[in-house]
């Protein structure tokens, strides 16, 4: 049995839960009340954690596998196996002071107060860089702490910023950088073949997210230039139109990023009937 934990609740839930029915692992009956929940997988189940225990808990094997957020597993230093970037839940950790603050750097810090929620992290920056700081740990609202005396910067979370500019702070340093990750237990990863399966499967939903199918009718006298303009991975796949002999269906798939100009520039080409179409899953 293969036990996977995943965030229970706060913004790195919902965005877990739908990457896992992606992938054909779907939370079966998971309510945000529930500690344990099926899949379509017998020999998998999950378990509802707070982001910041998961490390831990794949660790030391209460979970198998994990999802969250890399600035939690190195927060606890935990002694997991990294398997995965899942590009979601990207945010920054930030060293900030107040806007009006002199302080321009961190070595400008030098014998002063940092709050934090991720007293190692900092700790680890200010002690490379040879600046010596007290870190003074909080369990929240970190953006106050300058405010009321407690400390002269932070180090705390930022994704869009606002939480910063409307506590009349500025950030003047990064720290981290975050975004969310598989992981897994050292020594089940090495005695079971699951986890590769789930990493695999994960990993052809993220390959597929950026990437589309194109299908088109070529004139045969074009195929040479379509061609061209379809820098194919393995493709294109070319076929014969049953009802017209002049006419050829190719298939592509290209990056979804560049779709804008390739169809432009196939449409130039003579292709026409042109289908652009998401793809759920894409395994080399
Ligand atoms: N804007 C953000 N603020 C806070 N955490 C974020 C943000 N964007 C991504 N994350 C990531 O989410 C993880 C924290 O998730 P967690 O569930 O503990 O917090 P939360 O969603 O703010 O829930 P809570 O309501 O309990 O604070 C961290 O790995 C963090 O890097
Ligand atoms: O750069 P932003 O997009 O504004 O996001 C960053 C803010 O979001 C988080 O707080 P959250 O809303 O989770 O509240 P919390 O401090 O109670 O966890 C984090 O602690 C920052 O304060
Ligand atoms: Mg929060």
Redesign the pocket.
Known sequence: MIRIAIPNKG?LHDPTVNLLKEAGLPVLEGGTRKLFAKTTDPEITYLFARAADIPEYVQDGAADVGITGLDLINETESDVEVLLDLKFGG?SLVLAVPEDSKISSSAELQGMRVATEFPNITAKYFKNLGVDIEVIKVS????MTPHVGIADAIV?????????VTNHLKMIEKVFTSSVYLIANKKTKADNEKIEQIQTAVESVLRAKGKRYLMMNVPETELETVKKVLPGMAGPTVMKVESDDSILAVHAVVDASSIFATVGELKKAGAKDILVVPIERMMP
């Open positions: 913004r945010a929240g609202a970190c953006e705390d979370i930022s994704s869009s910023g606002t939480t910063l």
